[in-house]
Structures are given as C-alpha cells and as structure tokens.
C-alpha cells in the first residue's frame, strides 16, 4: 500500500488533439452522421421523471431510521444523483431544447441540477466546453489533476482515498487552474439551489437533506458509476487519450462512456452515441476500450505506474477562446 507511483509529471506532448481531425475524416466517409445531430426528445422527459423519483424519495426517507437513510442514500440515491450529473452533461450540449433555444437548457439543467443539492449546472457548464474545444490543455483544461494531486496521491492508499474524494477536488480544482469571474447565470444557480434546500428541510426535515447531499457526495467518490471518472481520459496505455466503455451501466449514464464518439461529435446526444460506432466501426473497434468501471478504479489504485499524472497534457497555440 505504500510503493510509491513512478510517474513524477504528466504525459506532455506536441500535437494536437486526434478528436477533430477523426471527425472530419468519418463526416467525409460517412455524411449521414450528420443527421444524429440535434436535440433528444425524450432527454426532458427522462430528466423530469429522474427529478420526480428524487422528490418521491425525498419524502419516503423523512420518516426511516438513519441506518436506512444511509443505506438507501449509497444504494439508491447516490446512483440517482450521480446520474443526474451526467444528465445535466448531456443539457450542457444543448440536446434537451437544442442551440435555437440556448436559455432553455440553461434553466433546464437547473431544474435538472435540483436534487443534487450543490450548485453545479451554470459552472459545469463553462468549464467542460473548454474540456472539449482543448482537451489536455494546460491553464484550461480543468478536468486534469494538479500538481498536488499528482504529486501527493502516489500510493495505493492514497489514490484508494483520491478516488474518495473526488467531488472535493473536481470542486476546487476550476479555482487553483483556471479560476474565471462569477457570471449571472451561476448566481441564478446557487440561489435557485439554496432556495430549494431550504424549503426541503423546512418541509420535510433533515433526513432528506442528508440523502440529497450525501448522495451526491458518495455516488462521486468510490462508486461504480465514478469509474467513468478514471476511465474517460487517464493513459492506461501510452499514447493513448480518450477510452470507450461499452458496459451496461451506460444505461445510467447517458451513454457516457461512449466517449471517444462523445469526443468526436459532441453535438450528438447520447442516446445516438451507439449509432456513430455502429456506422463507423473501424474508426472505434480497434481503440482501447473497457467493459467494467469497477475494474477500472481497481486497476488504477493497484497498478503502480498510474497516478493522478497518468494523463496528456499539451501547451495550447494561438488564441484561446473561453466560456
């Protein structure tokens, strides 16, 4: 538990991200992706529905022992609730109303955002279209670790609580890389948001609140679902930037682990995702892939080459344009 990572930087390099040159080539190959584009019908009614089963729990859990309010807050509500992050992912593509209707999914994702109980949608938002205009991009990119973390998180036991922690420093982690001015919409956010935690402790008591916020907290941390977290862009093999998962817990998850094709066409919701791959099989069959998050996060706090280093990272040329 104490052999320490070897890696002592990140995986710099000098080209450019493979997203946009792969797109461009199966666009040419294969026009018809084209029309996968656009919005998700069905993605608002799914969100309104995720929304109501929160709010069913919400009152069920008022009048349980506390033993089985944590019990179904890491049974059942963490897995709601870190699904609704993922949710509000796919409203940050504009996919519930579309581009015509920008406001739209901005106060949709605050709707969306409800349950979760942290003020998350306007500043996601902002932070992970940089992550795909410049992935791995150093000052920009904010879903790559800092020095800390890479420096300090370099045994097995402490990437095991790393991977504990990961909300906290997913919260942090925007204000040491890339801290931006606080816009109107995420102070509508965190009002909308304190607003309606109030009104559920004053209605139903503390329990519910303790399974909203703690279901966030832990469906982040060490969950099946956070495996995603690793699995997305952390250089499990060199080279190497972006990994597919094609298990089942895409179900959940809005085809998030589809994300090599999420990276090669991020407009296209991800109840499509699965199409992409399907009509272009050889740009995504031969890439590495998983088929289990679980043995993602097992292998990375057991593998002794990993760390919170173990991704690339790239100084950005030209002018940068952000959210």
């Known amino acids: 538990m104490g052999n320490r990572v070897g890696r002592e930087d990140y995986e710099w390099v000098y080209t450019d991200q493979p997203h946009a040159d792969r797109r461009k080539e199966i666009l040419a190959k294969y026009p018809e992706i084209k029309s996968l584009m656009g919005p998700d019908q069905r993605l608002k009614w799914i969100v309104c529905m995720m929304v109501g089963i929160q709010f069913l729990a919400f009152y069920l859990v008022k009048d349980l ?19 609704m992050t993922l949710a509000i992912h796919e409203i940050s593509h504009n996919t519930a109303f579309g581009n015509n209707k920008a406001m739209w999914n901005r106060y949709f994702a605050m709707f969306a955002n409800l349950p979760i109980g942290l003020p998350y949608s306007a500043s996601f938002k902002r932070y992970h279209l940089d992550h795909h205009r410049y992935l791995g991009g150093d000052g920009i990119d904010v879903d790559i670790p800092t020095d800390f973390e890479g420096w300090f998180f370099c045994t097995r036991l402490r990437k095991f609580v790393w991977i504990i922690l990961q909300p906290l420093f997913y919260a942090v982690r925007p204000l ?3 801290p931006k001015p606080v816009s109107q919409l995420e102070l509508t956010n965190v009002a909308v948001q304190l607003c309606f935690d109030v009104l559920l402790y004053w209605t139903w008591g503390a329990k519910p609140v303790v399974y909203m916020l703690a279901g966030s907290m832990l469906g982040m941390g060490l969950h099946p679902i956070s495996g995603h977290f690793i699995a997305e862009h952390y250089m499990f ?3 190497h930037e972006t990994y597919s998962y094609y298990g089942c817990l895409n179900l959940l998850t809005f085809n998030v682990g589809y994300h090599n094709e999420h990276h090669d066409f991020p407009s296209i919701p991800g109840r499509r995702l699965p199409l992409v791959k399907r009509i272009a099989p050889e740009y995504y069959d031969d890439l590495p892939q998983y ?3 679980v043995r993602v996060l097992y292998d990375f706090i057991t593998d002794d080459t ?4 173990s991704r690339i990272k790239r100084k950005l040329k030209g002018e940068v344009k952000q959210e």
């Open 65 to 83: 022992d506390w033993k089985w309010v944590l019990f179904w807050t890491y049974a059942f509500g963490s897995c709601i609730n870190h699904s």
């Open 306 to 309: 990993l760390s919170p280093y």
């Open 237 to 239: 093999l060199k080279g």
């Open 176 to 178: 040491c890389i890339n």
């Open 291 to 293: 088929t289990s998050w």
